[in-house]
């Protein structure tokens, strides 16, 4: 009797690329501006002073400076990014 081996599933095989999602950028370090701080799904961290929100609710630097993140409350969390004082 003759036989075939088996071919595997042609369902199976692909996956989607990965999103690349998470913090960019941690507390203390120096951004520049248009700079990614974090990408992240729906708002868990908000934006504060010199911070931008895209539409897909990443985090970008609107000014030169250090990032630094303030928790507000139990569950929320800000980012703000800090400019050196001009003399």
Do not use: C, E, W
């Not at 895209?54 to 630094?68: C, E, M, P, Q």
């Not at 569950?75 to 001009?86: F, G, L, N």
């Amino acid at each position: 009797m003759a036989h075939k081996k088996a071919g595997g599933s042609t369902k199976n095989g692909r996956d989607s690329n990965s999103q690349r999602r998470g913090i960019k950028v941690y507390g203390g370090q120096a951004v520049q501006t248009g700079a990614i701080i974090i990408r992240q799904v729906g708002s868990s961290f908000h934006a504060g002073v010199n911070v931008g929100t895209g539409k897909d609710f990443t985090l970008y630097a609107k000014a030169n400076g250090i990032v630094t993140y303030q928790a507000l409350g139990k569950d929320k969390r800000q980012v703000h990014v800090i400019t050196a004082p001009t003399p």
